[in-house]
């Protein structure tokens, strides 16, 4: 399947057989948490959230602060997110208003003066709010929780909407990693999915950046979307390369119309197939791991330097509704319409229409959560370091967890004989490792530990695995 090229990175996705793929390209979680969302259920114990939320101020753990931001003045074609379009100025104000005042409730339980390790905002498209907007909603997250020096504070920026001096004012503000969605550079490619800007816009933002002092640069880009070609797609990745940014995220397009209706009009122009899709993710992995890129997890790529490639080094890397991310262990609240919080062992969800939010405004926002088991703490774990680490350490999580590991994981390891004998995986009495070529089916090789997913009828809710 394609060329025969190794480079620093290891095996090729196009080295691998391709009925490899045809055999393990099936629906399942892209597991940035355990259990995964869809087990999230309406009918959950509010009190004991609380109450797990308040003892987790005993824990010495860090806060981790995710904010989404669902306006977008366009929708683009591609997207899955939960995002709403074209709303007014006093509608964001509204929202600001909104997310300071669910702030406050949450720092009722959770202990504000805790370090904020991580701020994100997300979206939708974060600078849809204007530079006061953001101003006034960065300034009063400051008045409530506390800002540590070596705090990462991340935004994801559209190049398109956000001029130097809006730059400029987030520089202020404290922000210190830009993510920029790019998606794609050729030109078919931005106008088939309804995204276009121009390679000299984006790197005149960067190169601004950078004139600033800022080098945690990230762009995203999408593979497996209409109109992408082996040669238009390797141009695309030699021009990113170029930008030179210390990140990039090489996500694969989820095709979900019966979730995001409006991916139907992509079907016009047609979608990339699972065996086109490797080799498009192949090309991008040579050459980003060829210009000295490391891999990360399953979709990320990182400069050395980058805090991402430290974290895969020291085994801190985690993952969560963000994606890859470092500094394990730090307790994550989410604040604004369908954000998801993770504190204390327990999950919870926020109400998705941007309307009834605002109607919530003073009030609970929950909609859903989970009280993790302890059977959810161990098979998480397990999960984690395949997914960051593509490594178990069979002995640690036996001491940890005070378990028989083959005993208890029985089943999962029966499943995962096959995987082995495609040499994916190797299940040894000490460890589970997975090998360079199963870095390419992690989640077809985390899957057999997952105890909700053999109850499901369906796995159709999910996306495919490769």
């Keep these: 399947m394609g060329s025969d090229n190794r480079n620093a990175g290891g095996i090729s996705p196009r080295q691998i057989p391709q009925e490899l793929f045809d055999k393990y390209s099936k629906s399942g979680p892209r597991y940035t948490s355990y259990p995964t969302a869809p087990q999230f259920k309406t009918e959950f114990d509010s009190e004991e959230i609380r109450s797990r939320w308040q003892k987790s101020n005993e824990s010495g753990n860090g806060l981790s602060l995710y904010l989404h931001v669902p306006f977008c003045r366009k929708r683009c074609l591609y997207c899955g997110c939960h995002t709403e379009i074209g709303h007014r100025e006093d509608v964001a104000k509204a929202y600001v208003n909104a997310l300071l005042g669910e702030a406050d409730r949450m720092v009722q339980l959770v202990d504000g003066g805790r370090p904020l390790m991580q701020l994100a905002l997300g979206g939708g498209t974060p600078t849809f709010l204007g530079p006061d907007a953001m101003s006034t909603l960065v300034n009063g997250l400051k008045e409530r929780f506390n800002f540590v020096a070596e705090g990462e504070r991340s935004i994801e920026v559209d190049p398109r909407s956000v001029d130097l001096e809006y730059l400029d004012v987030l520089c202020g503000l404290g922000f210190?990693?830009?993510?920029?969605?790019?998606?794609?550079?050729?030109?078919?490619?931005?106008?088939?999915?309804?995204?276009?800007?121009?390679?000299?816009?984006?790197?005149?933002?960067?190169?601004?950046?950078?004139?600033?002092?800022h080098h945690a640069l990230n762009i995203d880009l999408i593979y497996g979307l209409p109109l992408q070609t082996p040669d238009s797609f390797g141009e695309?990745?030699?021009?990113?390369?170029?930008?030179?940014?210390?990140?990039?995220?090489?996500?694969?397009?989820?095709?979900?119309?019966?979730?995001?209706?409006?991916?139907?009009?992509?079907?016009?122009?047609?979608?990339?197939?699972?065996?086109?899709?490797?080799?498009?993710?192949?090309?991008?992995?040579?050459?980003?791991?060829?210009?000295?890129?490391?891999?990360?997890?399953?979709?990320?790529?990182?400069?050395?330097?980058?805090?991402?490639?430290?974290?895969?080094?020291?085994?801190?890397?985690?993952?969560?509704?963000?994606?890859?991310?470092?500094?394990?262990?730090?307790?994550?609240?989410?604040?604004?319409?369908s954000s998801i919080s993770s504190v204390g062992g327990t999950y919870t969800q926020n109400i998705k229409p941007v309307k009834e939010y605002l109607d919530q405004a003073g009030e609970e926002t929950w909609?859903?959560?989970?009280?993790?088991?302890?059977?959810?703490?161990?098979?998480?774990?397990?999960?984690?370091?395949?997914?960051?680490?593509?490594?178990?350490?069979?002995?640690?999580?036996?001491?940890?967890?005070?378990i028989n590991f083959s005993e208890h994981f029985a089943d999962a390891l029966t499943e995962l004989a096959e995987l082995q004998a495609d040499g994916l995986v190797e299940a040894a009495p000490q460890h589970i490792a997975i090998t360079e070529m199963g870095r390419f089916f992690m989640r077809n090789i985390s899957m057999p530990f997952d105890e909700y997913l053999k109850k499901e009828t369906t796995t159709g809710r999910y996306s495919k695995t490769v």
Aim: with cysteine.
């Design 176 to 213: 210190n990693r830009f993510s920029f969605g790019v998606q794609d550079l050729n030109a078919n490619v931005q106008k088939a999915i309804g995204r276009v800007c121009p390679e000299e816009v984006i790197a005149e933002r960067l190169s601004h950046l950078r004139s600033k002092g």
């Design 367 to 402: 909609v859903k959560g989970l009280v993790m088991t302890a059977e959810d703490f161990l098979r998480g774990e397990v999960i984690l370091e395949l997914m960051c680490n593509c490594y178990v350490d069979i002995p640690a999580i036996e001491d940890k967890y005070q």
């Design 236 to 337: 695309t990745i030699e021009r990113a390369i170029r930008l030179e940014p210390s990140r990039v995220a090489l996500f694969g397009y989820a095709h979900v119309p019966w979730v995001s209706p409006h991916q139907q009009a992509l079907e016009r122009h047609g979608i990339p197939d699972a065996n086109e899709r490797m080799e498009l993710f192949g090309i991008g992995f040579e050459k980003f791991t060829g210009a000295g890129y490391s891999l990360i997890g399953m979709d990320h790529f990182a400069r050395e330097g980058d805090e991402l490639v430290q974290a895969l080094h020291n085994r801190s890397l985690t993952r969560n509704f963000m994606g890859y991310t470092t500094r394990r262990g730090l307790d994550l609240i989410g604040l604004g319409a």
